[in-house]
Nanobody, 117 residues
């Protein structure tokens, strides 16, 4: 059974930094893509960053403040969040597209990030 376990969320002051990590485990053959989405209060879930075979994608609103990286040896994806702003406050969800018997999407439980001004 596939599981995505997130870590690194918490509270930080505006202008600070935070690092999120997510590790995939269980029965899969290949990681096609991993990434992070977020959902602020009263908002729709939106893409933050994604890294896969086709390259890396970031939300335009990030203005280069976040960096996503992947450690395939550890089945882990990291999100380095720098110069955070109060509007970055949200629940951050790890996402993975993994090859099991077919290619499937998986989601983590979510980790809260709160940025105070």
């Amino acid at each position: 059974q596939v599981e995505l376990v997130e870590s690194g969320g918490g509270s930080v002051q505006a202008g600070g930094s935070l690092r999120l990590s997510c590790t995939a485990s269980g029965g899969f053959f290949r990681i096609n893509a991993m990434g992070w989405y977020r959902q602020g209060s009263g908002k729709q879930r939106e893409l933050v960053a994604r890294i896969g075979d086709g390259g890396t994608n970031y939300a335009d609103s990030l203005e280069g403040r976040f960096t996503i990286s992947r450690d395939d040896a550890k089945n882990t994806v990291h999100l380095e969040m720098n110069s955070v702003k109060p509007e970055d406050t949200a629940v951050y969800y790890c996402y993975a597209n993994l090859r099991t018997t077919r290619d499937r999407d998986f989601w983590g439980q979510g980790t809260q990030v709160t940025v105070s001004s």
